[in-house]
């Protein structure tokens, strides 16, 4: 499923040319096509925009389900559009590697807009739609345009308000070129064991648990002890957190093999590193 990533700045345009796209890939091409939206996480998840945005923790947190919720979806055959701010450059760089890991081709559309235009667009909105100034102005303060010398935002497309998308070049830059090659870090090694694969669930299982048992049974919330392994986990994490970041690790792992013995130690960083 080649990956198309919308970005820009707030009220900038993003929603209206994915759906564009979308129509445009189905109607010509009959392509199938997804579209993965942030503002409907952010729905979903029963925060207002405005408030969402002035929390980084909650950010952080979506991010994570949208990362997670394309790579559920990449596939050879169809096209996914990520239609949301996507405006950290160390974001767009790990969407560009699982992109190269399952060998899909990728491309960016930049919605570029003036910040004062996009206010006026935003002042024009529906009061539950609108963004306040504090949050608009931080938006756009911390946004990270895509360059097209960054191979992670290549091939670029940058359109304005007025401009027409270039919807052929476009389907040629997903459609008539080679899938990417994935690098040696990337590259999925051939499974060696059924053992490997119950290993590793049980594993991460017990771990998991340990974690639950020593906050729901001891009260412990930081720096637990994982029996059996000599290990310690920092912050214990809610249930549906563990939950997520176990799945994570799971699929990065059945790609990346280590050693048995190494499942309990990367799982454990990989949790410290998350929590």
Not at 69 to 74: D, I, N, W
Not at 123 to 131: A, I, L, S
Not at 150 to 163: I, T, Y
Not at 249 to 260: D, G, I, N, R
């Amino acid at each position: 499923m080649p990956l198309i990533v919308v970005t820009g700045i707030p009220s900038s345009g993003k929603s209206s040319r994915a759906l564009e796209l979308k129509g445009y890939l189905e109607k010509n091409h009959s392509k199938n096509v997804e579209i993965v939206s942030e503002l409907d996480a952010i729905v979903k998840a029963g925060y207002d925009k405005n408030t969402f945005y002035a929390d980084s923790r909650k950010e952080k947190s979506i991010r994570g389900d949208l990362k997670s919720e394309v790579q559920r979806r990449l596939n050879p055959n169809d096209t996914l559009i990520l239609d949301g701010s996507n405006y950290i450059k160390g974001y767009r760089y790990e969407l560009h590697c699982m992109s190269k890991l399952y060998k899909t081709p990728q491309c960016t559309i930049h919605c570029e807009i003036p910040a004062e235009h996009a206010w006026m667009l935003n002042n024009r909105r529906d009061e539950e739609h609108k963004y306040t100034r504090e949050i608009f102005d931080a938006l756009v303060a911390r946004y990270e345009a895509p360059d097209s010398r960054n191979r992670w935002d290549s091939p670029l497309f940058a359109v304005s308000p007025e401009d027409e998308l270039k919807h052929e070049e476009i389907y040629a830059a997903l459609y008539n070129v080679k899938a990417p090659k994935p690098n040696m870090s990337t590259q999925c090694p051939p499974l060696s064991s059924t053992n490997y694969l119950y290993e590793l669930d049980k594993v991460t299982q017990e771990i998991v648990s340990a974690i639950l048992s020593a906050k729901q049974t001891l009260g412990i919330e930081s720096n637990i002890k994982i029996p059996g392994y000599g290990l310690t986990v920092n912050r214990s994490g809610t249930g549906p957190q563990l939950t997520r970041l176990r799945r994570q690790f799971l699929t990065y792992s059945k790609m990346q093999q280590s050693e048995p013995s190494q499942i309990a130690p990367l799982f454990v960083q990989y949790l410290n590193k998350s929590l």
